[in-house]
């Protein structure tokens, strides 16, 4: 009797329906948010360069209502993607002390604390 | 009173059946019962044409790997209480072809897994008269859980990515070749390097990590891959910038 393997397609709504491969798309589309960003702080420096008027109109640009929305959806995106990249940090580099491995917790509260660590020099360098 | 459970199967038998479509059947519901011995209750009393793969019955041998409501599970490690609803829906494994009924065609795994030789290569033989092979309890730890793998493929139904690309090598094979590499009795981790750090390697998993949560021995592939991710990185940046590197 002849094989006749049947092979079942991938539908494209594969990620649909499941909680954890919701929640994987949705850190992946995170990716969009902080490039849109990161464009955003390179049209910024464009502007800076073009001399104050310029700078200005970026600036209002930016509180505008729609120039606040886009800002606070780009931060919850970026809290997101931080957020589940921290809990994941234990698995992609579990370290140990003399033998001892140092529990998941510790590695993930020393990417918190390096986060607060960054952000306050980022603040004092702002001078707020 | 006795109570009832349905089954609803993916049937296909490629003699008669152009696609695959479902099946339904009311068993007896029993307290202790997991969904194998329903498929054999299925098999011995009501249409012995069903066909399934199954061994020890006791999440060892690995052969009993089936969609159980969408997820990938052992048989006999899903007891049928755990899902009181009207239906249970048992598929055969997503991302591999339908040999027949829940039966499905492993080979392109079976080739993955040897082309990332997992067992011990050794640089140098030692004759049998030198004694063992010590380990420290440490060395060992290194790497244990990785051992605990049974093949039963449950990570590559539960893998997006070894569904959207067939060629992707897949978290068992990895953790496998992870495990050897981490063995203080291998010296075959360049050996392995042209698989493992290839496109098709490491570089395909996204770090969906859902290898890891599905996995009934609680192996940690995901894991695995992440490290070999910085391991192959550090490899790739040694062999080019140390001075006298070779390339």
Redesign the interface.
């Known amino acids: 009797?002849s094989?006749?393997?049947?092979?079942?397609k991938?539908e494209r709504s594969?990620?649909l329906?499941?909680r954890?491969?919701v929640m994987?798309m949705i850190r992946?589309l995170t990716s969009l948010f902080v490039g849109l960003y990161c464009a955003l702080l390179v049209v910024g420096l464009w502007r800076l360069g073009q001399g104050r008027a310029a700078w200005d109109g970026f600036l209002a640009v930016l509180s505008s209502p729609l120039g606040v929305l886009f800002q606070l959806l780009c931060l919850a995106f970026a809290v997101y993607h931080s957020v589940t990249w921290f809990a994941?940090t234990p698995?992609?580099?579990?370290l140990a002390v003399r033998?001892e491995p140092i529990p998941a917790k510790a590695i993930v509260g020393m990417h918190y604390g390096a986060w607060a660590v960054v952000s306050l020099i980022v603040l004092i360098a702002a001078g707020i | 009173m006795s109570e009832n459970v349905t089954l609803e199967i993916l049937r296909y038998r490629p003699e008669v059946d152009s696609e695959p479509h479902f099946q339904t059947y009311t068993i007896p519901y029993e307290e202790d019962w997991v969904v194998l011995d329903g498929l054999n209750h299925i098999k011995d009393h009501v249409d012995a044409t069903l066909s399934y793969r199954w061994s020890c019955h006791m999440a060892i041998c690995g052969s009993c790997g089936m969609m159980i409501d969408g997820e990938p599970k052992l048989a006999c490690h899903a007891f049928l209480r755990d899902y009181r609803h009207d239906v249970i829906r048992i598929e055969p494994l997503d991302h591999f072809p339908i040999e027949r009924d829940l039966v499905t065609v492993m080979d392109s795994f079976i080739e993955k897994l040897s082309s990332v030789k997992p067992y011990v290569i050794a640089k140098h033989k030692k004759a049998l008269s030198d004694g063992e092979n010590l380990q420290t309890p440490l060395q060992l730890m290194a790497f244990k859980q990785y051992t605990l793998c049974i093949n039963c493929l449950l990570c590559y139904a539960a893998c997006p990515q070894c569904g959207l690309n067939e060629s992707f090598v897949g978290p068992a094979a990895l953790a496998l070749a992870h495990r050897y590499n981490l063995d203080s009795r291998d010296d075959g981790k360049e050996q392995r390097a042209d698989v493992v750090a290839s496109n098709e390697g490491i570089w395909e998993c996204t770090f969906v990590g859902a290898c890891s949560e599905v996995c009934p021995k609680h192996v940690d592939p995901a894991a695995a891959i992440q490290q070999t991710k910085i391991s192959a990185s550090l490899d790739w940046f040694k062999a080019r910038l140390l001075p006298g590197a070779r390339r």
């Open positions: 009797m094989r006749r393997p049947y092979i079942r991938v594969w990620w329906g499941r954890r491969y994987y992946e994941l698995k992609a580099m579990p033998g």
